[in-house]
């Protein structure tokens, strides 16, 4: 037992480090290009010491990197299979007895907790590096840049004021959050009951409530009316909307499911919002999916010949399931398919598939 401990974590040392290599690589590529693309918006819109350049691209760069982690597995698994078939420590497994079930153990529990880890720990830690990131950009290059998505449903927020909470959907934003246009807000009372909805060209944030402009106010049993101005209460400050209206990639995973929430409870669509949290919650299952998706294109013998061929083919697959997942997340959005069945499925079938591949190629 001792000797089958240590095997497992020499294995499992080698996915980790295969996969951090490549996750490293690709890290120091994006931060390169997305630096000399500050740079230029720079030199465009003014100077900017080139260490505030340089703070903001490392700030913004886990949110970029995050999605590269099922990237890195697959490669990096790709990478440290191959590189046991080469130095024969494979076959010398094989002969000890172990199955492919055996070694692969290792890099399964690897890919499980890197996961995890992306989902429950990277993934708020580039929320809140974005958000500060956005913040930064806006200080320095002295432009306003739109915090909010161009969905079909807007971004939105949920926000308390004096009168109750309410919640406000708008199609875009100016000064950093604080101005709004296009809005819709569904307004609460202090018990929770839904007491209006109010329809405004556009919203302005000042000290202790929004002014709604050209508001309509349709309330529950009245005729609707309408106001050249309309006051909603928010104890929101200037500080704090610009952390509440960001994109869904800017949402915390611990924070998704009381917006998510929120949205239904107000009739909006949560749909991005379920997209996302589904897409977390799958992440280790997915880095599992690649795992196995790697050893089938990396466990022949460098003897047999045809290696290139079958890693290249493994990438194209790789990058066909990654085609396939986006596919899959669109028709979810867009509400074509249950929302859990475009997120789940396609992992599912990634593993299913592989498994049967490797069935093949080990038992025949």
Known sequence: MPGVSTLSLYIGLRFLTAIFGVFGLCTVLIFMIDFVELLRQAGKYGSVPAYMLAWITFLRLPAYTEILLPFAVLVGSISSL????????????????????QFLRPGIAVAVLLGIFSSTVFNPMAASARDRSERLYSEVFGRESSLLGKGGSGTWLRQDGADGQSV?????????????????????????????????????????????????????????????????????????????????????????????YVAEKAGLSSSRLRIQYELLLTRPLLCVAMVFLAATVSL???????IQTMVVTGMIGGF?????????????????????????????????????????????
């Open 82 to 101: 191959l590189l046991l078939a080469r130095k024969s420590e494979l076959a010398v497994m094989r002969a000890g007895g172990m199955s492919v079930w």
């Open 320 to 364: 066909g399931f990654f085609l396939f997942m986006e596919i899959s997340r669109q028709i979810g959005t867009a509400g074509l398919a249950p929302i859990w069945a475009a997120v789940w499925v396609p992992v599912v079938l990634a593993i299913l598939i592989s498994v049967t591949v490797l069935l093949h190629q080990e038992d025949g």
């Open 168 to 260: 406000l959907n708008a199609a875009s934003a100016r000064r950093r959050g604080t101005e709004l246009t296009t809005v819709t807000a569904f307004v609460y009372d202090k018990s929770g009951r839904f007491s209006e909805r109010v329809d405004a060209q556009q919203a302005k944030l000042e000290e202790g409530f929004w002014v709604l402009e050209n508001a309509l106010v349709s309330r529950v049993g009245k005729e609707p009316e309408t106001f050249g101005k309309y006051l909603l209460s928010t104890y929101l400050t200037p500080e704090r909307v610009v952390d509440a209206l960001g994109s869904v990639i800017s949402v915390s995973f611990w924070e998704l499911p009381d917006l998510i």
């Open 300 to 306: 022949r013998s460098f003897r047999s010949g045809g």
